[in-house]
Every structure is written in C-alpha cells, then in structure tokens.
C-alpha cells in the first residue's frame, strides 16, 4: 500500500502545452509534469522565478493522469503585444508590459481542449519538499489562482483533494468517482491512464497485459523556465 494524493481538474477551457515550433501551439489531451508542477506551485503560493523549487515540485512526486472526459478541440488563431526582452528588466504586470514604446506583435495559432476532465494521482518520493498532506490543503486554499495550463483557462470546480492509501493506481482512480456536477460529461467507454514509473514500494499500476498499451517519451519536465527548457521523461499509457 502506498499514500496517494487525488485530485480533479475540469473548465471549459484547458491547455496543456506541448513542444511548439513556429506560431503553432498544440495542446496534449491530458496535463503532464510541468503543468502540474506550476498548479502545485501556484497553490503553494510559489512565484515563477523560484525554479529550484519548482524543479524540486516536479522531481519530487510521481504523477498519473485518468482522462474522464476527452472534450472537444478548439483551436484559436491569437495575437497579442509584447516588449522586447532587456537584460537587467523584469516586468511585474501586464500594465507595465503594455506602457513600453516598442511593442512587437506576436501572432500564433493556439489549441485548447473544450469541456474536458481529469484526475490526478500524485506519490511522494524521497525527494519531495512537502507532504502529501500539505500539497492537499495547497490545493483545497490555493494563495494564488490556479490555471489549467494557460490564464485563459481557470478551473472551474473546486479540486477535491483526497488522500487514500492503495495498492495499484487502477484500484486508486476506480475509488475516486467523477464528480457528481460533472455527469452531463461526454465520457469515453474505457478511460485512458497515463502513468510515470519507477512506482513507489507498495504501489503497482493493477493494469493487465492487455490494458497496457506503450511507452511513449514525452518532453514536460521543467528544465529552465527562462529559456523554456523541458527535458524528458517516460510516459506508460493504458486503456481500461
């Protein structure tokens, strides 16, 4: 048995970002690691220059996903102003950002996933700066706003943190029901799961040799957050 943080996310609008070249900006079907890392950030209060602890968020725990809900793909042709970079000057706000004289336009075509739903199961490992326990009450009364994925996008239920104790992360997602507000969902027959190994003592994933399906490299673990830097990691995915 292991101890196991779940918690769900739903809003009309999600984006969880993928590697991006050019003005496309593709969105994955479900959060990866350093998305949730920043959600976690967020609710801890965590500003986005402390990347030591940050990095530490995203070494810290193990992830898996369940997707309840796949939504619908929106995909919005977006520009917006910004300055040009200056060494030595941080802006605050966008009100600072939109009082420069030499604004520049950036023009991008950006995906977003509509109505959609999932949940989250984090495990602490021997490197986590905070107890699970901690991570629960963070996310129950987040100091600052959270996002899934962009500012755009705000959750729209609370996250329902729960903490249980389990032997398989299969068992752990069936003893977490989708939210009873969310039933007018358009839900797949079989959920897919995504999950990050090693897994801790204790803890194994309960998916049989037919419910796995592969596994795919995936490039979301926060490396430096200046120079949007992402290293990879292992992601197994099933279908059950």
């Given amino acids: 048995m292991a101890e196991l943080l779940l918690f769900q996310l739903y809003g009309p609008l999600a984006s969880w970002g993928e590697p991006a070249v050019g003005e496309y900006r593709p969105s994955a079907t479900h959060p990866g690691k350093s998305q949730i890392a920043g959600l976690l950030g967020a609710a801890l209060g965590l500003t986005r220059d402390r990347e030591e602890e940050l990095a530490a968020l995203a070494g810290g725990y193990g992830l898996a996903v369940r997707i309840d809900a796949e939504g619908e793909l929106l995909r919005d042709y977006h520009t917006t102003q910004v300055p040009p970079a200056r060494r030595g000057r941080t802006f605050t706000t966008r009100a600072e950002e939109l009082a420069v004289d030499d604004l520049y336009t950036i023009l991008s075509q950006r995906d977003y996933r509509v109505e959609a739903a999932w949940t989250c199961v984090l495990w602490a490992t021997a490197s ?14 987040p100091r600052f706003t959270l996002y899934l994925g962009r500012k755009s996008c705000p959750p729209a239920l609370p996250l329902r943190p729960e903490l249980i104790d389990s032997a398989t992360l299969k068992d752990a997602f069936a003893g977490y029901p989708l939210d009873d507000r969310l039933g007018w969902l358009k839900r797949p027959e079989r959920h897919r799961y995504f999950w990050e190994e090693p897994l801790p003592d204790g803890l194994a994933s309960g998916f049989t040799a037919q419910e796995k399906l592969w596994v795919v490299p995936r490039r979301d673990r926060p490396g430096s957050r200046r120079r949007w830097q992402f290293a990879t990691r292992d992601e197994h995915h099933a279908m059950a």
Avoid at 128 to 141: K, N, T, W
Wanted: hydrophobic share 50%; proline share 14%; aromatic share 8%.
């Fill in 128 to 141: 986590a700066p905070y107890p699970l326990a901690d991570l629960a009450e963070a996310l129950r009364r």
